[in-house]
Structure formats: C-alpha cells, structure tokens
C-alpha cells in the first residue's frame, strides 16, 4: 500500500525543515525536539477515569511512573516502558498513548520513567524496567490490579525492554507475566533485513539515528568488541531460546525500517510454541502510534490494538484463572 496520506504530509514537513547532523545533536536538544514533536502531534484529551503519579523504588533510587486507569475495580496492568533508544522520550511524550491503550483496553497502563542514557548506559534502563515489573506484580493488589493479569509492553526501545524482561523473568523464575504487547520492537542491533536497507532513509527513524542513539546507550564501545550487540539483552531476536515466553502481540509498521525484525520476532516465538499475534499497520510510519494527533489512522490501530490486548487478558470479567487467561492470551 501506500503511505498513509496523513502520515506522507508529516514526513513531507520533516522533510522541508531541511536534514539535520544527527551527530551534532546532543542527546538534551533531541530530548527537547522529542517534546516538541510531541506537543504537536500525540493525541490529547483521551479520557480516562483516572491518571496518578508516583514513584517505586529502582535499583538506583526512586523511579517515577504514571498509572492510568480506565475503570473502577480489580482489572488487568500493562506496565509500559516508552521507546527513544533509551536516550530520549519521557511520561510526556508518550502520554497520548497510554492514555489510548487504557480506555480502549479497559486495563490499567502503568508507565515508568526509567533512567536513560548517556547519564545512564545500559543496562541501567533494563535493570530499571525489570525491577518497576517485579513491583507492580508484587504491589498489584495494593492498586486494585490483577496479579495474574500483569502484561508488559512498549513501543520502539521500550518494546525491546519488554522482550528482555520477558526472558528475564523467565530464566528469574518471575514475576509471572501474562502477555507481551510490542509496538515497533527493536529487536537486532546487528539485522541485514531487507526493511533496514530498503526504509533507511526518509520514513522518519533513520539508520543515522539508530547509530546515534545506539552510541549513547552503549558507548563508543559499542563499536569495539567490549559490548557485544547480539548480547540478547540489546538484542532480543538473538536469544538461544524462545520457548516458555508470554504470548505476544506484535505490531509493525510498513513503512519503518524495524519491521521485518518485529515480524521474525513473532515467527520466532511460533516456532517455539508461543502464541503469537502479529500485525503489521499497512501505510503506517515508525512511531505512528504517538501521533494520532496529526494521523487519525493510528489512532484506529491503536485503539484496535488495545482492544485486541483488553480481550485476551479478559478486561472485562471480574476474575480470570490462570488457565483461561493462558488461553485466552494465547489465541493468535
């Protein structure tokens, strides 16, 4: 198909703000660029019945994060980690969209705010992550979530973040996670994919800014031998195994130069015996999902997809048992 016609008009401003260096760009003036986006085109005004903020305790002190709340009583959690190559993106810029998943689901969203590079370099935002699920699993109760219904999920990096805790809480013994919700994963630092070269350039993410935000994460190592980028921890596509893993849902984008990692994520995962649901949104670019203010497309696709993810961890019932909601989170 082609380009959504919302989405082409954006890239086509992009486009006539003129190329910037991606090099030059120090990782405060993407941060505040980010913001900016964001103000013009995340979604506002999506109600909900109720936004909180907080903080939980990280292995390097107190970690901020939001709880959304689309109806009263006990219901499932998606804990949410935002994408930004863990360099850039806050509870801010992805606001809109947890605001979406939340009402259109009927689950609570609790998103974190982990620490980020280059103050941070990894793994700091993965050992932040793992510890923010560990925390609600363990306090789900106190916020009147389901601990059985716990899912985890993220767009871009924070996609990746989720993948990881999924193998971490495997190989961890816990906590129990009932389903993986992926938008737009990083899943290879090191792909070959026919997206990567064909969408390298000009669908708003680039490979020069995949190397920038890689380089800030990792470090100038992370061109030397001392961090290995098929380290299954950056990238997630590279584990030995798949099997014993949450069901997923996985969405793409045909038009992001992720997408063919995202969909050999979920082959993966089939091959393994894991459910798997995958959807790759015709005419859609990389971060669509954070702009349904400017493409009213996504925000159908995102809705949808909330929905989707609201039915298999039974939103909607009062209780699930483990086994009817592996069943029913399982369906592909």
Not at 127 to 146: G, I, K, P, Q, S
Not at 236 to 254: C, G, K, W
Not at 313 to 318: D, N
Request: aromatic share 6%; hydrophobic share 45%; glycine share 8%.
């Amino acid at each position: 198909m082609p380009l959504d016609p919302s989405a082409k008009r954006l890239l086509d401003i992009f486009a006539a703000g003129g190329m910037v260096d991606v090099a030059s760009i120090s990782p405060q003036q993407m941060r505040e660029g980010y913001r900016r986006l964001a103000r013009s085109v995340d979604i506002k005004h999506v109600a909900v019945e109720s936004v909180a903020n907080g903080f939980l305790p990280g292995p390097d002190g107190p970690l901020p994060y939001r709880l959304y709340r689309a109806r009263p009583g006990i219901v499932p959690a998606l804990v949410f980690f935002h994408g930004g190559g863990c360099v850039f993106g806050d509870l801010e810029t992805h606001d809109g969209m947890c605001r979406m998943l939340s009402a259109a689901s009927g689950c609570a969203v609790i998103a974190i705010d982990y620490r980020r590079a280059p103050e941070h370099r990894f793994p700091a935002a993965l050992d932040d992550c793992f510890a923010a699920t560990r925390w609600v699993a363990d306090h789900a109760r106190e916020h009147a979530l389901d601990p059985a219904r716990i899912a985890v999920g993220g767009d871009s990096s924070g996609a990746a973040l989720a993948a990881v805790i999924c193998q971490m809480a495997r190989a961890d013994h816990g906590p129990r996670i009932a389903l993986q919700v992926l938008f737009c994963p990083v899943m290879d630092m090191r792909p070959a994919t026919p997206s990567r070269r064909q969408l390298a350039e000009g669908f708003f993410l680039n490979q020069a800014t995949i190397d920038w935000m890689l380089q800030h994460c990792c470090g100038p190592v992370a061109c030397a031998t001392e961090i290995d980028l098929g380290d299954p921890r950056l990238s997630p596509l590279r584990a030995a195994d798949f099997s014993r893993l949450p069901p997923a849902h996985i969405h793409t984008a045909e038009f992001d130069p992720l997408r063919d990692e995202g969909e050999a994520y979920a082959q993966a995962l089939r091959r393994a015996g894991v459910g798997a649901r995958y959807t790759c949104h015709a005419g859609m670019i990389h971060h669509f999902y954070a702009m349904a203010g400017a493409i009213p497309a996504a925000r159908t696709a995102v809705e949808a997809a909330a929905a989707t993810m609201g039915q298999a961890l039974g939103a909607h019932t009062v209780a699930a048992t483990p086994d009817a909601l592996a069943n029913a989170a399982g369906l592909p």
